[in-house]
């Protein structure tokens, strides 16, 4: 079955084996990806074709990055780039985001804040029409209805009542990823007496460690190189309201400290100022990851996670829940049907929401929406999707695994490359 290509990706670096890494990972996902070997060799290829995200290396030869950055600015501003440096600093970071780059990531890259940064470039990407664009700001200026009557959605319907009433208490969410952490968010800041006030989102595995303080507090102009302007940053923005901190589990260790010193102090100050400021701003994080597991592995603050860990929240996988698999299917089914403008009414088959509920659901209630929008894609001239669609279009294109399966053990490239030349030389029958 020929791949359907969900992203056109360029990999910019004069490193063959980080080229051929990344390529190797990011391939076994719906992406079609691309090598150029300089800044040159990019603009070439971005002339001739279109890509969603280019991941572009800072120091090479011919045309370094930074002066790349600004030709792709010019000839593909639709592009979402990605600046990655093994010599990268704060002054760095500041100017490639300040000419427009999307993010900054430092070598050795970890697999999983590329994953990461590719589903966030991605969500601003050029893949829809600009009407879907359109269509689903509209959708998310209100908070969406959890879906779901069985149990474990009615427990989590009440922790979020109890967590709403609690108004300064602070609220940490956890579960698996996909399972709608930031709804259960946004469901106990709308449900408060701060309803009103701002909800300030930040993901904190995409915040680059040189970064945070002037992200979180913000800077005075002149404060470093890039600093041409006084900024605010998101305590001080979510002011009277909710700071959502999502994947908290991610942060880096200056990050955990950093944020520690704000929640023990209730006020910050801006990088460069030693004026303090008195923040009201309520704090709810989220995770994916087992904080326990992660202090006794000496990778989270203890101190942070009973700060952070007042009233808790377990929002359960779809596994935990398939009983709620067919009204969450329904609801998928109009929604994406009126996103796509699909006019011929569609129903799921008994046989087929059986299948459905057979499934492993590693990637719980995203996946099962990307399902559904896929089975509406291939299954447009059918009227009643079955089983046999689920089988043909679900299972069957489920036969390799996905990266994150496959090199979760991994932390950076270079170990996933020190495992592929392992592995490679145990098959030609040469001793490791």
């Known amino acids: 079955m020929k791949k359907n290509i969900a992203a056109h990706i360029l990999i910019v670096d004069?490193?063959?084996?980080?080229?051929?890494t990344l390529k190797s990972v990011l391939e076994n996902e719906p992406y079609e990806v691309d090598e150029a070997v300089d800044g040159v060799d990019c603009?070439?290829?971005?002339?001739?074709?279109?890509?969603?995200?280019?991941?572009?290396?800072?120091r090479m030869p011919r045309l370094d990055g930074?002066?790349?950055?600004?030709?792709?600015?010019?000839?593909?501003?639709?592009?979402?780039?990605?600046?990655?440096?093994g010599h990268g600093n704060i002054e760095t970071a500041v100017e490639s985001v300040r000419k427009g780059a999307f993010d900054f990531l430092q070598k050795p890259l970890d697999l999983n804040r590329v994953l990461i940064t590719i589903r966030n470039a991605m969500d601003r990407s050029n893949l829809i029409t600009e009407t879907k664009v359109l269509q689903r700001r509209v959708h998310q200026s209100k908070v969406q209805e959890i879906i779901g009557d069985s149990e474990a959605i009615a427990k989590v319907k009440r922790q979020i009542e109890m967590a709403a009433e609690a108004d300064g208490a602070r609220v940490l969410i956890m579960?698996?990823?996909?399972?709608?952490?930031?709804?259960?968010?946004?469901?106990?800041?709308?449900q408060s007496a701060r309803k009103n006030g701002?909800?300030?989102?930040?993901?904190?595995?995409?915040?680059?460690?040189?970064?945070?303080?002037?992200?979180?507090?913000?800077?005075?102009k002149g404060s470093f190189t890039g600093a041409i302007k006084d900024q605010t940053g998101k305590f001080e923005q979510a002011h009277?309201?909710?700071?959502?901190?999502?994947?908290?589990?991610?942060?880096?260790?200056?990050?955990?400290?950093?944020?520690?010193?704000?929640?023990?102090?209730?006020?910050?100050?801006?990088?460069?100022?030693?004026?303090?400021?008195?923040?009201?701003?309520?704090?709810?994080?989220?995770?994916?990851?087992?904080?326990?597991?992660e202090i006794n592995k000496g990778r989270f603050r203890e101190?942070?996670?009973?700060?952070?860990?007042?009233?808790?929240?377990?929002?359960?996988?779809?596994?935990?829940?398939k009983e709620d698999i067919p009204i969450l299917v329904e609801h998928f089914l109009k929604t994406i049907s009126a996103e796509y403008g699909f006019k011929t009414q569609k129903e799921f088959s008994i046989d087929a929401i059986i299948a459905l509920q057979n499934i492993n659901w590693t990637g719980n209630i995203r996946q099962l929406r990307n399902v559904v929008e896929r089975?509406?894609?291939?299954?447009?001239?059918?009227?009643?999707?079955?089983?046999?669609?689920?089988?043909?279009?679900?299972?069957?294109?489920?036969?390799?695994?996905r990266y994150e399966d496959l090199f979760s053990s991994y932390d950076t490239l270079e170990d996933l490359l020190r495992y592929v030349a392992s592995e490679y030389k145990k098959y030609k029958g040469v001793k490791a």
């Open 43 to 58: 603009l070439a290829k971005i002339k001739l074709k279109k890509y969603d995200v280019i991941f572009l290396d800072i």
């Open 14 to 20: 004069d490193e063959a084996y980080i080229r051929r």
């Open 240 to 293: 009277g309201g909710t700071l959502f901190l999502d994947e908290i589990g991610d942060m880096s260790p200056k990050a955990q400290a950093t944020i520690l010193r704000a929640l023990q102090e209730n006020k910050i100050s801006r990088v460069g100022s030693d004026k303090d400021i008195k923040v009201d701003v309520r704090i709810i994080s989220a995770t994916n990851k087992n904080l326990r597991e």
């Open 375 to 401: 089975l509406l894609i291939y299954c447009r001239d059918e009227k009643v999707i079955t089983d046999e669609h689920i089988e043909k279009y679900v299972v069957a294109s489920r036969g390799h695994h």
């Open 175 to 190: 579960g698996p990823n996909g399972t709608g952490k930031e709804l259960v968010a946004r469901h106990v800041h709308e």
């Open 198 to 220: 701002p909800f300030v989102e930040v993901n904190c595995a995409a915040i680059p460690s040189e970064l945070i303080e002037s992200i979180l507090f913000g800077h005075i």
């Open 66 to 85: 930074m002066e790349a950055l600004e030709k792709v600015q010019e000839l593909s501003p639709e592009s979402s780039v990605v600046m990655i440096s």
């Open 303 to 321: 101190d942070l996670y009973n700060r952070l860990e007042v009233i808790d929240v377990y929002v359960p996988s779809l596994n935990e829940r």
